[in-house]
């Protein structure tokens, strides 16, 4: 007899898992399916973001920028070390513990909220009347109401499949286990920029190719531009307008003929190839073509604005549908379509989803670019604040970039934020909030922030917008 519960959620990433507690937390018995395996072939929940995404890139980042930090900027402040090693074995290993800690963290908190959590990957067996079944393994559930969850996966280049050894995706790019020599990457978004910064750090020689004739695209321009030039003195080797050809995988490495912007054939040799250039949505084993579940043309699930698909009591959140491809964005679907089965008003603003790219000056971002407004129409009026004017970045020795605001010319309500720089990802959260709320510039201007704090950026940002910085 199979087990029956009013939700089922397929897939254990940042929208499943956290959709299935909250679906858990409003009254309604829950499983959660999830088929990621650790080395030991148990449970490993958490989606790409846990197991290859987000949580062991931050803790790569992290070491790679210690290491960085002892190696040319401790002597600035007055340490000295001697006989530098890199332990590249132990600092993989401590990017798996972290990872580990994560998987089991969320299948603690699935117990804790009472989700009953199914190891195995789930797909659709067929309609019944008021529900579905679902097949993991050898058993079947039954569900009142699905949510499918199933996340994203690296796309390949069609002419270099990945093998993870040579032609890597984010998976193999965070499992090398020795520094390459030399590295190329092609595609210059966050997960190749994140990379490309661990392996320089490291020791590597990298090398960006991007098909795009300008850098960090959806970024607002200014902005781009810093960080192009931060990357660029930092020794990253940044090409744009490419065409890549043929890929070859030998025994001694990679090599990648292009052609450049400007018409040039080139070859680069390298030990070895990260390839990121976007992702593609998680359907295959789901049987969504037995059970009439509505794909578009990039195999995502159409849903609507709701997040329901055209198969009724089924819903679809995260990578798998529309929209940005952030975890954070997944979490927010997730909770927002249990609150909507339980028969309230789940919301998620496309608006003020922040973006975020973790290397180092940080890029964070909320809202419309400069670029956007102009093409819109939209008067505005745009102020900027250095890092270099401000106390704690000075502290920190690290002044790179800037805060940037744009807002309405005649409200004075905030339409976007940038930030280039240090500790943005956390500077950008009170963006979000003020524009959440829609707040004017005027509102963050009068703020106190402490002092001395990179916030303070923020404020003098604002005040830039009026034309009245305190600091510059």
Known sequence: MSKTFDVIVIGGGPGGYIGAIRAAQLG?????????????????????????????????????????????????????????????????????????????????????????????????????????????????????????????????????????????????????????????????????????????????????????????AAVDAQIAREAHRAFTKQGLKIELGVTVGEVKAGRKGVSVAYTTAQGEARTLEADKLIVSIGRVPNTTGLNAEGVGLGLDERGAIIVDDQCRTNLSGVWAVGDVVRGPMLAHKAEEEGVAVAERIAGQHGHVDFNTIPWVIYTSPEIAWVGQTEEQLKSSGRAYKAGTFPFAANGRARALGDTTGMVKFLADAASDEILGVHIVGPMASELIAEAVVAMVFRASSEDIARICHAHPSLSEATKEAALAVDKRTLNL
């Open 28 to 216: 309604f018995a829950t499983a959660c399916i999830d088929d990621w395996k650790n080395d030991k072939g148990g449970p490993a929940p958490g989606g790409t973001c846990t197991n290859v995404g987000c949580i062991p890139s931050k803790a790569l980042l992290q070491s790679s920028e210690y290491f960085d930090h002892a190696a040319h900027h401790f002597a600035g402040h007055g340490i000295g070390l001697k006989d530098l090693s890199l332990d590249l074995k132990k600092m993989l290993a401590r990017k798996d513990a972290v990872v580990k800690q994560n998987n089991d963290g969320i299948l603690y908190l699935l117990k804790k909220n009472k989700v009953s959590f199914f190891h195995g990957r789930g797909s659709f067996v067929r309609a019944l009347d008021g529900g579905w079944e679902i097949a993991v393994g050898d058993e079947v559930l039954t569900g009142k109401q699905v949510i499918v969850a199933t996340g994203s996966s690296a796309r390949a280049l069609p002419q270099a499949p990945f093998d993870e050894e040579l032609i890597l995706s984010n998976d193999g790019a965070l499992r090398i286990g020795t520094v390459p020599r030399k590295l190329v990457l092609i595609g210059s978004g966050v997960i190749g920029l994140e990379m490309g910064s661990v392996w320089r750090r490291l020791g590597a020689e990298v090398t960006v190719l991007e098909a795009l004739p300008t850098f960090l």
